[in-house]
Every structure is written in C-alpha cells, then in structure tokens.
C-alpha cells in the first residue's frame, strides 16, 4: 500500500503561483511513478503532470505546459506541483497519483484531493 496527502491548496488570483505537495509512505517511493489529476465538478478528470521514478522524465497536459512544473524529492518521499500564471479555468480537486507503470489514466493510488481557486 502507498498513502498519499497533499497540501498547499488554496484559493489565488489569476496570474498567481501555488505549489503542491504530496508526501507518499508505504513502499519505496522511487519505485512509483508520481503524477497529479485535476477535476471540477461534472466533468472528467483530467491528467495534469507526470514525473517517473527516478525524477528524469516528466509529463504534462497541453493545457499546463511552461505554467506547471513536477519534481520529486525521493529522499523526502515527496512530490510537488509548482503552478504559475494560475487561470481560473485550472479551478480544481488535485489529487496527487502514484502507479508502478506510470499509468495516468488509471492509476493505482490516490491521495484524498487538495482544493485549488482561481479567481479572476
């Protein structure tokens, strides 16, 4: 099993940054590749970032792309999210994301979800 809990929701202007963070337990974390999802109500869920194991691949959605960076410090068992130039159409419920196979449209483990506003 891996536990997942994110922090640093909240609510920002448009235009503002907000960083995430996702701290695993459980299994060795390098061992998971470590995403994070976004989703708003009545709609699906949307993948927004990637990161593999060992940090040297990353992934992203058209939609963040030069806004969202993911990293991961394996040595703090933690992943995060740096959003910049924050839209009010990234208004979401970010779950942060753990699977062996990298496997973003089903992913194994899920974090209980971080709230992020944008306001304009």
């Known amino acids: 099993q891996v536990r997942l809990v994110e922090s640093g929701g909240g609510l920002v202007q448009a235009g503002g940054s907000l960083r995430l963070s996702c701290a695993g337990s459980g299994r060795p974390f390098s061992s998971y590749g470590m995403g994070w999802i976004r989703q708003v109500p009545a709609k699906e869920r949307e993948f927004v970032a990637g990161?593999?194991?060992?940090?040297?691949?990353?992934y992203y959605a058209d939609s963040v792309k030069g806004r969202f960076t993911i990293s991961r410090d394996n040595g703090k068992n933690t992943v995060y999210l740096q959003m910049n130039s924050l839209k009010p159409e990234d208004t979401a419920v970010y779950y942060c994301v753990a699977d062996y196979y990298s496997d973003w449209r089903r992913p194994t483990y899920w974090g209980q979800g971080t709230p992020v506003t944008v306001s304009s």
């Open positions: 990161i593999s194991g060992s940090g040297a691949s990353t």
